[in-house]
């Protein structure tokens, strides 16, 4: 299956993506997609080959969701709509982990909680909601790791250059690393 | 399982990038080196960070001294075994197995642990 483009309610663009990573996006059946050869933007759910992987249009969300017990089945339960598997969202816990040894505070404390919510969001039915904490985790942890990593070299050399050539072992000394 | 361009790129990107820290902490000892990033906390406050010391701890693991790598960071026992059982999740598994994976590793139990100990080791070293 090719690659598709999309413009999302509030306009903003992405893609290209495949058809299999569509409801990771939050792509419904009225989101505008368009690939290569497509005359003009299409919604989603009037592209037949698309219409087993969209999320349902706004409006009619209810309903659709299943959910396998875990309790029964003793596996994760996954998330289905209209019987094709929602992956669960990439929650990024492994960034935001990362960005908390980076000299970064509590902005990767943020991410992991972030991370953590999507896990909760997912397995308790609330698909868009756990899309939605996904991408906030996400930013919250490239962040977190911009705000440790650039800021501690912009801190480095804005002090080489104040002190000039400071020894090394008594620059360590004062400066964590 | 189909892959789109996007994610090979950023998945070579992320391999590079992790190859690339590997071999600039082995060859690189943060304590000798002037150039290498300082925390902006410990400078302001004078007060370690949690993560201070993390990349000379790093170094000292990668040259297979574990207690030398321990006493720079002692949080580094905490993080480093938390960011491999992630990273595993993350590239060596796939569907369910890594959905059960995360399960455990990532239960909320789990994470609220990492996180206390965080703010715990914050303060117990600064004592
Ligand atoms: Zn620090």
């Known amino acids: 299956m090719e690659e598709y483009y999309y413009i ?23 989101t505008l997609v368009w690939k290569q050869g497509l ?22 969300a209810e309903n659709k969701y299943e959910q396998t017990l875990s309790s ?6 996954t998330m289905y709509f209209n019987g094709h598997v929602l992956p669960k969202p990439d929650n990024n816990m492994l960034g935001a982990v990362l960005s908390t040894v980076c000299c970064c505070l509590p902005l990767g404390i943020v991410a992991i909680i ?48 104040l002190t000039g050539s400071m020894a090394a072992s008594e620059m360590s000394s004062i400066y964590g690393i | 399982m189909a892959y789109s361009k996007k994610s090979v790129v950023w998945n070579l990107l992320i391999c590079a990038a ?12 943060p304590s000798d080196a002037v150039w290498m990033p300082k925390c902006v906390m410990k400078q302001l406050t004078g007060w370690d960070c ?8 790093l170094h000292a693991f990668l040259h297979g001294e574990f207690g030398e790598a321990l006493r720079y960071n002692y949080f580094f026992i905490v993080s480093m075994p938390f960011l491999a059982a992630l990273a595993i999740g993350r590239w060596c598994l796939r569907g369910t197995a890594r959905l059960r994976w995360a399960k455990y590793v990532e239960h909320r139990y789990v ?17």
């Open chain 1, 72 to 77: 029964k089945t003793n596996r994760p339960n």
């Open chain 1, 8 to 30: 999302m309610p509030d306009n903003k663009r992405g893609g290209p993506v495949l058809p299999e990573r569509f409801a990771e996006k939050g792509i419904t059946a009225d």
């Open chain 2, 111 to 127: 994470v609220y642990a990492y996180i206390a100990m965080f703010f715990l080791w914050w303060w117990v070293r600064n004592l």
């Open chain 2, 18 to 29: 992790l190859f690339g820290c590997i071999a600039l902490f082995y060859s690189v000892d």
């Open chain 1, 114 to 161: 972030k991370a953590s919510k999507v896990n909760t969001l997912y397995y308790s039915g609330q698909y868009e909601e756990a899309v939605l904490m996904a991408d906030s985790a996400r930013k919250w942890s490239i962040w977190a790791l911009v705000a440790g990593v650039v800021c501690s070299i912009i801190n480095t050399m804005l002090q080489l250059f």
């Open chain 2, 50 to 57: 949690p993560a201070c010391g993390f990349q000379r701890s």
């Open chain 1, 39 to 60: 005359d003009d933007w299409t919604p989603a759910g009037k592209i037949e080959e698309l219409k087993s992987y969209v999320l349902p249009s706004v409006d009619s």
